[in-house]
């Protein structure tokens, strides 16, 4: 455990949230996972102990792990009873950026000072929504992948205002979750591990819509010469193009660069609600 950060509360309690309050509850915090709606934090916890069960008779998990980690794992829709016991808040909500600066402004406004505020974000910079708060040297983003309680990587982005200490804990913080944190110098959008896959979307899009080959032979090409375990429009599908949609969108409204838009194949999928896996069709189909 990091010496700083004793209680965690994350705030929001979907896929992304409830899985980060796992990985802190089994990392030994005590961990909060609110959620302004009773049955999302009841389909939170359904879904958590259905993983635990899956990954203790698979034998990756302990039984007496596992259940020392609920131990320690709170659900709940007092968020603001929650964050005023914590040393750490990491905001895992809708992406809207004028919710998430009225979060933070609530939240500044209940935790305790020398509390870190954290998003998860990879589209909202902390910029953004630092200046909600009167502490906006202790505002980052902390951003986990999907699925967080497999994925290794963390990134820690600070914005021009965000202290070295506040970089340092949180570096700490993602290294004892069993995380390889990834440090940033400055923000950017999109970060480090979405820009690369960013780029290589971008020029699979490309190639596919300048004619130069089927989407099936680059994805083959991407998993049989780079080694990809799938290719980019395999991943497409099951990130979501609903949701590759929304962040060209988002990257754009803060770039204003052109180059930032969806690519157009995209944009005709968007709008035919041809969505991935979650919709039964996409680049593939799995009907």
């Avoid at 705030?11 to 009773?38: F, H, K, N, P, R």
Wanted: charged share 25%; proline share 4%.
């Amino acid at each position: 455990m990091s010496e700083n950060i004793q209680h965690v509360t994350v705030v929001g309690a979907g896929a992304m949230g409830s899985q980060i309050a796992m990985v802190c509850a089994l990392a030994g915090y005590e961990t909060d996972v609110v959620d302004i709606a009773q049955d999302a934090v009841d389909r939170a916890s359904e879904q958590l102990h259905a993983r635990m069960d899956r990954d203790v008779s698979k034998g990756r998990r302990t039984p007496e792990d596992v259940d020392a980690a609920f131990e320690r794992l709170t659900f709940s829709t007092d968020r603001d009873a929650c964050a005023a016991h914590a040393d750490l808040v990491i905001e895992a909500a809708v992406e809207d950026l004028t919710i998430k600066r009225q979060v933070f402004a609530e939240l500044d406004r209940v935790c305790p000072p020398h509390t870190i505020l954290a998003t998860n974000s990879s589209n909202i910079v902390s910029s953004r929504v630092a200046d909600a708060t009167n502490r906006p040297e202790k505002v980052c983003n902390v951003h986990f992948f999907n699925p967080a309680l497999v994925m290794e990587c963390v990134e820690v982005v600070p914005h021009a205002g965000t202290s070295r200490e506040t970089v340092a804990t949180a570096v700490a913080f993602a290294r004892s979750l069993g995380k390889q944190p990834v440090e940033l110098k400055k923000e950017v959008p999109g970060f480090v591990a979405n820009r690369l896959l960013g780029a290589l979307r971008a020029e699979a899009l490309k190639l596919y819509e300048d004619g130069v080959a089927d989407f099936e032979d680059i994805d083959t090409a991407a998993r049989t010469a780079l080694r990809h375990p799938m290719g980019p429009f395999e991943l497409m599908d099951m990130v979501g193009i609903d949701v590759v949609y929304l962040i060209r969108l988002a990257e754009y409204e803060q770039t204003g660069d052109p180059a930032s838009l969806p690519a157009e194949s995209i944009k005709e999928k968007y709008e035919a609600g041809e969505h991935g896996r979650k919709s039964g069709k996409g680049w593939y189909d799995y009907r």
